[in-house]
């Protein structure tokens, strides 16, 4: 069974050494956008996915496309819809743009107040890559897709839950919908509001992949 790591907008490598569960591959934001991953699955039998921020939205958009290949989903800080609508709290353009303008101007040094000590989970990338990182979070909207996966039954596997309580990137509520798509999940509500939560709760999301992956041997679906 592969273990795949779905990295998040604008992040880097640096953003697991401090997580010491084994993968085999962490996929980039722009290795995602390029469909990656999805090449990824159709050469495996099964695979537990580690999805963060925007690459939770991409193990969650595997999951819909391959629901009898994922063994597993940790989402971490993931959302089916970063931008806010009517019925949705997610972020507004305005906010969407200060994301890109903060990272330009501290060239990915401490961005969103990571701590000291802890190493940068961001790098800087070029504008037109992370304007078409920004564009896939716009546009992305998951939720009815996801909707309609709980109700055909056809993903059957352990899922975990990590979001910060006050989560200024991906909102609070985020957790109850995912909870409510994947009711026996576990969810771990992480307090403050951090979204670099695989610097922030390491040990944490290390033991949430192996739980996942011995639930998964246990159900014998690996």
């Not at 991409?58 to 959302?79: H, S, Y």
Request: hydrophobic fraction near 45%.
């Amino acid at each position: 069974m592969k273990t795949f790591v779905l990295n998040g907008w604008a992040a880097s490598e640096r953003a697991w050494d401090l997580c010491k569960f084994p993968r085999d591959r962490i996929f980039s934001y722009m290795e995602q956008l390029a469909g990656e991953p999805e090449k990824a699955m159709r050469e495996v039998d099964g695979a537990v996915l580690v999805g963060w921020s925007m690459g939770g939205s991409g193990a969650l958009r595997l999951a819909i496309e391959f629901p009898e290949k994922v063994r597993g989903l940790v989402l971490v800080a993931a959302t089916p819809r970063m931008m806010k609508d009517e019925c949705w709290p997610g972020m507004t353009e305005r906010r969407l743009a200060a994301l890109e303008l903060g990272l330009k101007m501290t060239k990915a040094e401490g961005f969103f107040g990571v701590q000291e000590g802890k190493p940068n989970p961001y790098m800087m990338d070029s504008d037109e890559n992370l304007k078409r990182g920004l564009e896939y979070l716009k546009a992305t909207d998951l939720r009815q897709p996801l909707l309609d996966l709980a109700s055909s039954g056809r993903l059957r596997c352990p899922v975990w839950i990590f979001q910060s309580e006050h989560d200024g990137i991906v909102r609070a509520d985020n957790a109850n919908f995912l909870k409510s798509v994947f009711p026996d999940s576990c969810v771990t509500m992480v307090a403050g509001s951090e979204h670099a939560l695989p610097v922030e709760v390491p040990s944490a999301i290390d033991a949430a992949v192996l739980e996942t992956c011995l639930k998964a041997r246990n159900f014998g679906i690996i």
